[in-house]
């Protein structure tokens, strides 16, 4: 048996390509005639971040603490992890080794070695090195193992006289290895055995630092700030669009949004210098201040920061950026992954009902544990997990809290926050909700509203995503939909525009997928999806959902075919629609369904019945000055619509047929009918004796008469009819679709459907 | 007596070259791959058509095109393709939602889209309602029959990836169409 959904989609394996289609294909020339000029510039930065936001994607899912972990393993510092592997390509067979440190992966270089008997040369990174060269890793840290190599075994040297043979053996790397020694730079040297190969030496050079102390940073990879000041003046987040300007930089990359455009490039710093090398980014639209930030960005030669501060300075001047996620929020969220607690913001505002958080979802703790850091500031308390996001309002006064997942078997690092004192404001309630609303999709895999309400506008919600995380899809779940989901797609991984989405007003969750890279969170269908409401104080959103728990389809006219009001594009089309569409009662009320102003393909008619949606007809189009549109979705028992059976297709019809009474009193200067073969012969007489077979979904012109049809009637089969029309109409046609195909064609091109 | 009829024009797409550039899988120097382009044709161009037109939302025209230019740059590339079929499939994604976002970005313009195909014309206005990729997980997986890994094969994303868009496609056609059981025809 099977679910008749996939009856449906089988269904699509009738649809055939051109009979021409190979040849076409064979013929031509790849990017052909037709084809736009490259966009240079954005592809190739988009193509780039792409491939270095998925590296950084895959690295910090692998770095994971898991519940399974062997003796010896990581568990605290950071871990450098080399695999060493052995690929192929063809009949050959190669070494290959790559360092992983905090997410981003290096390829190990060798001079030569010695593989299968024979030597190879190899690609070789020569000293001196650059800055950028050296591979940051933070102490406390360890060198551990992976691939298939029967062993391997570390060292490192110092950066310039690596080559005489000196270096400190760090041992063999049956167990991570601690890396105990100096900070500095060195090349790290890793030799790997494979018992039927040889033995050859990578190497990779790093650079060992210390920790920063608390608060401080002393990179400024995997970091996030938002613009606040340039050349210490404020940005006016209202007036300026610089207001919502952010950048986040990772492994020698960075990139950000401008207020309206998004722009990347690449960076070097060593300590506190700072170069950048270029600005790409998009030109979507000027951006007042745009290019007074860009110029300090691109001249920038330091930067400071104490940890949620950041300076950058430059011959042309400075900005300053707050670090996000270290500003105060009024929401706090947590998140439990696998063996930590994920707090997103370390600041948040209280109310006098306590903390407004998001927590969860269940998964891999059970719920989220607050306790004071100090005694005397109050009881521990805490919050229960669902399947789902949970919003919450918790009772913490303000001071410093600890804010644990628990409930799992494992052990589950903890967070701490700091709860601030209530805010006075006098933002007004209506200014608050901002009719754009901000998604940010982090490289972690969560997702981030920073505008918990969004008011809709008159073509849908308006959303901004100005992320760099490399996720591929915003999907957006409307609670109105039953398990239904909209979706905005971001195929390169970096979007700079805002969307429409035409999804209903109303509560709602969002959540970033992953659709080119590998999903971060790993937890595939359980990822979080993140409360968000859309608010429609004008109403003026129409629910285009059924209120019938049982959905029948129905046609206009007869099945699959659109129904059609030649040359009537003027008549409104709630007037056509109660034409068309039988059983649509004088009391029912037809009117637009969801967004008034949304995208064509989107809109949608509705049929009210006793202030219910009895019927939804979508997409309705007018093509050549007549209207169409498909099946109509109709509730069961509501008459509305014809269930399937065939009909004549009477729209237009001059035709008085027996059975078939419905005629449209708009159509007194149309005579084109479209009937099935069957109402042909219930038809048949003097009024038909010429017709005209055709496509279904062809245009038929005529001149003065029509062509006496000899190729249709195939017993069984069903065969579009298009019946004569008036010579001035038939005129019209020929003038507007430029027809061009003889009579004959007409007989191979009709469809017999059985 | 005189009759003629015309099918809606076929516009020239607008597709960008670059976009699929860095599918082509190079292999060693020297190396020569010859594939025979008219069976990969017979043998899978009707499916890549029918995944592209899924992806598209029902969408002939930039369909036949696509597959075409698809088959055209693997022509073209040929010694340097190692797997002839994940190409072409790749290729004809990356040069569909090309299409399908530079069309959003131009201004409207007078629609000249035919009618659905009435067979499928219920399931193409179900599969609208889904996303690109969940429309094209699903046809890959449900009418051609491939497991999910060679699904992701083709689309060139992961195969968790493929689970969420196949999972969130099939509840909302459950939805749509239906969940009830039935015979097979």
């Known amino acids: ?754 | 007596v005189h009759a003629t009829l015309m099918m809606a024009p076929v516009k020239e797409r607008a597709i960008d070259e670059r976009a699929a550039a860095s599918d082509a899988e190079p292999v060693s120097a020297g190396a020569v791959a010859r594939h025979d382009f008219e069976r990969v044709y017979r043998d899978h161009g009707p499916g890549l058509f029918r995944a592209i037109f899924a992806y598209t939302g029902g969408r002939r025209d930039i369909a036949d095109e696509v597959v075409s230019e698809a088959f055209a740059r693997a022509i073209a590339h040929d010694a340097d393709i190692r797997e002839p079929v994940p190409y072409l499939f790749r290729t004809a994604f990356r040069l569909a939602a090309k299409e399908l976002r530079s069309e959003r970005r131009r201004p409207a313009s007078e629609p000249d889209m035919p009618a659905d195909p009435p067979e499928v014309a219920g399931l193409l206005a179900g599969l609208r309602r889904l996303s690109p990729n969940q429309r094209a997980a699903i046809v890959l997986r449900y009418e051609a029959d491939l497991p999910v890994d060679e699904v992701a094969r083709r689309m060139g994303i992961a195969a968790v990836t493929v689970r969420v868009h196949i999972h969130r496609g099939r509840a909302r056609l459950r939805e749509l169409l239906g969940a009830e059981e039935v015979d097979e025809p």
């Open chain 1, 1 to 754: 048996m099977t679910e008749r959904w996939q009856r449906e989609v089988r269904k699509l394996g009738t649809v055939e390509p051109e009979r021409d289609a190979w040849n076409r294909a064979a013929t031509r020339a790849p990017g052909g005639d037709g084809l736009p000029p490259p966009r240079q510039r954005v592809v190739a930065g988009v193509v780039a971040f792409g491939v270095f936001f998925a590296a950084a994607s895959f690295g910090w899912l692998a770095l994971q603490p898991t519940a399974e972990r062997t003796p010896g393993e990581v568990t605290e510092g950071t871990e450098a992890r080399v695999t060493l592997r052995v690929g192929t390509e063809g009949s050959d067979t190669y070494p290959v080794a790559t360092l992983k440190v905090d997410g981003v992966i290096h390829v190990g270089r060798a001079m030569s070695y010695v593989w299968d008997g024979a030597s190879n040369p190899m690609p070789w990174l020569e000293p001196p090195y650059r800055a950028r060269d050296f591979v940051t890793i933070e102490l406390p840290a360890v060198v551990s193992l992976a691939g298939d190599a029967d062993w391997a075994d570390a060292r490192l040297h110092p950066p310039d006289s690596f080559l005489s043979g000196e270096g400190q053996e760090l041992g063999r790397l049956e167990m991570p290895q601690p890396i105990d020694v100096a900070p500095g730079r060195y090349v790290m040297e890793i030799r790997g055995h494979w018992r039927q190969h040889g033995n050859p030496s990578f190497y990779f050079p790093i650079e060992i630092v210390e920790a920063p102390a608390d608060g401080a940073i002393s990179t400024l990879a995997g970091t996030e700030w938002r613009l606040t000041a340039i050349d210490r003046v404020p940005i006016d987040e209202d007036g300026d669009r610089l207001g919502g300007a952010s950048v986040e930089f990772k492994e020698n990359m960075f990139g950000g949004w401008s207020g309206c455009n998004s722009f990347f490039g690449k960076y070097e710093s060593d300590g506190s210098s700072f170069s950048v090398d270029g600005i790409g980014g998009t030109e979507v639209g000027p951006c007042s201040g745009e290019e007074a930030w860009f110029a300090r960005l691109g001249s920038a030669e330091s930067w400071t920061s104490d940890g949620s501060t950041l300076t950058v300075s430059g011959p042309a001047g400075s900005f300053t950026a707050a670090r996000v996620g270290m500003e105060p929020v009024d929401v706090l969220r947590v998140e439990c992954l696998p063996g930590s607690t994920q707090v997103l913001d370390r600041q948040v505002v209280a109310t006098a009902q306590g903390v407004a958080g998001i927590f969860g979802p269940a998964g891999h703790a059970k719920r989220v544990e607050f306790v004071p850091v100090a005694a005397s500031e109050g009881d521990e308390t805490e919050v229960s997990l669902g399947d789902e996001s949970t919003a919450a309002t918790v009772p913490l006064a303000p001071g410093d809290w600890t804010v644990r997942c628990a409930g799992w078997s494992e052990e589950i690092r903890p967070a701490e926050i700091t709860v601030l004192p209530e805010q006075q404001t006098s933002t007004s309630p209506e200014e608050a909700v901002p009719d754009v609303g901000v998604i940010r999709c982090r490289s972690n895999g969560s997702t981030v509203v920073e505008t918990p309400q969004v008011a809709v506008q008159a073509d849908g919600v308006h959303l901004r995503v100005p992320q760099s995380s490399g996720a591929g899809a915003l999907s957006i779940f409307p609670e109105a939909w039953v398990d239904g989901v909209q979706t905005a797609e971001f195929p390169h991984g970096i979007e700079d525009e805002g969307y429409v989405l035409v999804v209903p007003a109303g509560p709602a969750t969002v959540a970033c997928d992953w659709a080119e890279d590998e999903d971060p969170t790993s937890r595939d269908e359980l990822r979080a999806s993140v409360p968000i409401e859309f608010v429609d104080p004008s109403g003026l959103y129409h629910l285009d959902e059924l209120a019938c728990p049982h959905e029948s389809r129905a046609y206009p006219d007869h099945p699959g075919m659109r129904a059609y009001a030649l040359g009537n594009d003027h008549v409104p089309l709630p007037d056509v629609i109660r034409r068309a569409v039988s059983g649509v009662r004088a009391s029912d009320v037809v009117e637009y369904g969801g967004y008034p102003d949304a995208e064509e393909r989107y809109r949608a008619w509705r049929v009210v019945r006793d202030g219910e949606v009895a019927a939804v007809i979508r997409n309705p189009r007018s093509i050549g000055g007549t209207w169409g549109f498909g099946p109509i979705e109709t509730c069961e028992g509501s008459g509305i619509g014809s269930p399937g059976a065939a009909t004549a297709g009477l729209l237009g019809s001059p035709f008085a047929v027996p059975g078939f009474e419905r005629c449209d009193p708009y159509a007194e200067e149309c005579r084109l009918v479209y009937v099935e073969e069957h109402a042909y012969r219930v038809l048949g007489g003097d009024e038909v004796t010429h017709a005209v077979a055709t496509s279904d979904d062809a245009i038929v012109c005529f001149e003065d008469h029509v062509f006496p049809v000899d190729c249709q009637g195939q017993p069984g089969g069903t065969v579009w009819l298009a019946l004569r029309m008036s010579p001035g109409v038939a005129e019209t046609f020929t003038a507007r679709f430029d027809c061009g195909l003889s009579p004959a064609d007409l007989c191979t091109r009709a469809q017999v459907r059985g």
